[in-house]
């Protein structure tokens, strides 16, 4: 089935928010903590931090709200941001799909199926 990734592309540097960055963002408001969200999507815990540390310097205003650690333990929290970040993508991911609905469909129409061979769709095309 066809469909659509959306990647955006944000400010001078071209930061890119896409599915991935969401998805661990999502993971931090149910983990309480970057390295529980990396862990929980098999991602190494630096390259988690990384994407992070670009998200909340890319805007104005910090996505994750990050506490060291010491007796209670470190953690990681979303902010208001970083809440409406998500519903943000979604949305955009939503008004894209919707958009592109009749195009993925035509193409969807035209892929290959199993059981017939490239020759002879081959023959049909020409």
Not at 97 to 109: E, F, Q, S
Request: a positive charge; glycine letters at 16%; hydrophobic letters at 40%.
């Amino acid at each position: 089935m066809a469909r659509v990734r959306l990647g955006v592309y944000l400010g001078e540097d071209g930061v890119k928010l896409g599915p991935g960055k969401v998805a661990l963002l999502r993971a931090i408001r149910r983990e309480g903590s970057i390295s529980g969200a990396a862990r929980s999507m098999g991602m190494a815990y630096r390259h988690a931090w990384t994407m992070i540390d670009e998200l909340n310097r890319c805007f104005s205003r910090p996505a994750v709200r990050v506490t060291i650690g010491g007796r209670s333990g470190g953690g990681a929290e979303l902010t208001p941001w970083g809440g409406e970040l998500i519903a943000c993508f979604e949305e955009m991911e939503q008004t894209a799909g919707r958009a592109l609905a009749d195009l993925l469909a035509t193409l969807d129409r035209q892929l290959a199926r199993p059981g017939r061979s490239r020759s002879a769709r081959a023959g049909r095309m020409g």
